[in-house]
């Protein structure tokens, strides 16, 4: 029932964005001169009253919905695993909701993936056949199973590739059982994506459980605040959310008179639990619309492709914690994050994607690839795209990015995948970087000339910052 979520960000250093960059001298960044320190994620999240691009893109919203694309009611108990739960859960939704392939077979309701799985390889990191996440490691100062989880984490770790698998490879009934190595990097299916969306922003998370099947939420739960004749929740004050589930659907005319303390307005979310069907409703309840602690925590969308859809995945941002990289207004409104791959693998390959993770809304980018730059100059080498790929990015989290043309690569090529970020209020990028993160102690090794950021003509090597860090971005290729 675990969930150090913790305000979002706030008290665990884990959702934290704390940032401290260098002013430029000549040909150096000093500090925080040029970016802002986020200290509270939540209060940095953006929260519009107004939704520009929604109804157009979707149309105007029922008053009640529930998604067909939810899996079975599990049973996390007696273990604080409810995030590794809440966040498979959401991983299925969309498969099902996307039709993507699992194996040989289009997703269904019948598809049950791993917990047992996440939660070790979080806890037991292991590096990847290319050699980019050496050195990255994690450690727990407590039980794995007991001590709880946080949401964002288990996203970082999915994009890595090393899972989701099926129930069936690494069975929940065995959670204290060790897991051999070679099953680390086994997927059925490639998280590609996922989504933060402020619970404030009700129309927004109404469209991504729409489009994505559901969404995992933390909230704070205690029992004398139920009404298990009506499974309906809400606390009459706010508390740091303390629990995950997964948010299947809503009803706006939901009686507020169906909880144990009334809040001020009707309207419901109808979430999905994961302490067997024999709790709440066949194991739903209703989360009033007006839950204090859901300001503390964003709601989580992800996303998900075919394992086929692309072989390699290039990236260095092993760790589950985080950092965010805000420019100041004054500094201009766009900067140019950098990561330099070396191509390993296959003879000859093709890059059909980038991902990057940002923690703005409706932020532009601009993606370019450098081929065979020179040391120590990211932005070198020849362009490989005759015009730079632009477009927006609409939630903050991380998003793949298909390229329009791919680009051709053979072994031992060196590429850069540069990413300029723009928003008139400052772009936000974030970095894994070695830090503590709920219970979870996760650490980042880098190599100098891997990772930049560069304003205004000015660069820095990431890896000389906070002993070590790396922006998130990677890069998909496909043999040809």
């Not at 009253?49 to 899996?71: F, I, W």
């Not at 003879?347 to 980038?354: D, E, H």
Request: charged fraction near 20%; hydrophobic fraction near 35%; include cysteine.
């Amino acid at each position: 029932m675990k969930m150090r979520e913790r305000s979002w960000i706030r008290k665990m250093l884990c959702l934290v964005l704390l940032v401290s960059m260098i002013l430029p001298a000549p040909s150096v960044f000093a500090t925080s001169d040029m970016f802002t320190s986020l200290t509270h994620l939540e209060d940095r999240l953006p929260v519009r009253s107004s939704d520009p691009y929604g109804q157009v893109l979707y149309g105007t919203l029922p008053s009640a919905y529930r998604s067909t694309a939810v899996t079975s009611v599990k049973d996390q108990r007696p273990y604080g695993t409810c995030s590794y739960f809440a966040t498979i859960s959401s991983v299925e939704s969309h498969a099902i909701a996307h039709k993507v392939k699992v194996g040989k077979k289009t997703a269904t309701t019948s598809l049950d993936l791993s917990e047992r799985h996440l939660l070790y390889f979080l806890h037991h990191k292991k590096a990847d056949s290319l050699g980019g996440l050496k050195g990255d490691s994690t450690s727990t100062t407590g039980s794995a199973a007991t001590d709880g989880g946080v949401l964002v984490a288990n996203a970082f770790q999915l994009l890595t590739w090393a899972g989701p698998v099926k129930e069936s490879t690494a069975p929940y009934a065995k959670i204290h059982s060790k897991l051999s190595a070679k099953k680390a990097y086994k997927n059925v299916l490639h998280v590609q994506g996922f989504e933060l969306i402020p619970m404030q922003q009700m129309d927004r998370v109404k469209r991504a459980v729409m489009s994505s099947g559901s969404a995992a939420v933390g909230f704070y739960y205690n029992n004398a605040y139920f009404h298990p004749g009506n499974a309906a929740y809400c606390c009459p004050w706010s508390q740091d959310p303390n629990h995950a589930v997964n948010i299947v659907g809503w009803d706006d005319h939901y009686s507020r008179s169906n909880f144990v303390y009334p809040p001020a307005t009707d309207g419901a979310w109808l979430c999905k639990n994961q302490w067997s069907t024999g709790w709440g409703n066949k194991g739903y309840f209703w989360l009033s619309y007006e839950e204090p602690s859901l300001v503390n925590s964003p709601a989580y969308t992800f996303q998900t492709k075919s394992a086929t859809s692309y072989k390699y995945n290039y990236q260095y941002d092993g760790g589950v914690a985080f950092d965010g990289l805000q420019l100041r207004p004054e500094q201009g409104s766009k900067f140019t994050a950098a990561n330099i791959f070396t191509v390993k693998g296959a003879q000859k390959q093709k890059l059909m994607a980038v991902g990057v993770a940002t923690f703005s809304q409706d932020i532009r980018y601009s993606i370019q690839i450098y081929k065979n730059p020179k040391s120590g100059k990211p932005l070198s080498g020849k362009k490989m795209l005759s015009k730079a790929q632009t477009g927006t990015i609409r939630e903050a989290g991380f998003v793949t990015i298909p390229l329009k043309k791919s680009v051709k690569l053979k072994k031992g090529d060196k590429f850069t995948v540069a990413v300029t970020l723009k928003a008139a209020d400052g772009p936000t990028i974030l970095t894994d970087v070695s830090s503590t993160i709920g219970n979870i102690k996760s650490k980042t090794k880098q190599k100098k000339k891997q990772s930049y950021i560069i304003v205004n003509g000015q660069k820095l090597d990431l890896a000389g910052y906070k002993s070590g860090s790396t922006a998130r971005i990677k890069a998909y290729t496909k043999k040809y």
